[in-house]
Nanobody
Framework: QVQLVESGGGLVQPGGSLRLSCAAS????????MGWYRQAPGQERELVAG???????TYADSVKGRFSVSRDRAHRMVYLEMNSLKPEDTAVYYC????????WGQGTQVTVSS
């Protein structure tokens, strides 16, 4: 069974930074895509950032230039570096991995507030 475990969420002030981490355990070979979604209260879940096994990245327009997604060489870890955080970034962030199925983390709360 594949499990994704997230860490790094918390409360930060506007303009601050956070680094989210997601560790995959179990069957971890040949994920075609890993990355992050988020869901704010009253909003639909949206893709924040993704990275393919070949290293191709994609970002939501709202986070381009501020967030960066990366992975380790074994594709067991995926990270989201978040900079210049804004209150509208407040959401539950979910790690995902795809390829032969879709796998999701439990979510970690990111709150951007003074």
């Amino acid at each position: 069974q594949v499990q994704l475990v997230e860490s790094g969420g918390g409360l930060v002030q506007p303009g601050g930074s956070l680094r989210l981490s997601c560790a995959a355990s179990g069957r971890v070979i040949s994920f075609t895509t890993m990355g992050w979604y988020r869901q704010a209260p009253g909003q639909e879940r949206e893709l924040v950032a993704g990275i393919t096994g070949g290293g191709i990245t994609t970002y939501a327009d709202s986070v381009k230039g501020r967030f960066s997604v990366s992975r380790d060489r074994a594709h067991r870890m995926v990270y989201l570096e978040m900079n210049s955080l804004k209150p509208e970034d407040t959401a539950v962030y979910y790690c995902f991995a795809g390829g032969g199925g879709e796998y999701w983390g439990q979510g970690t709360q990111v709150t951007v507030s003074s």
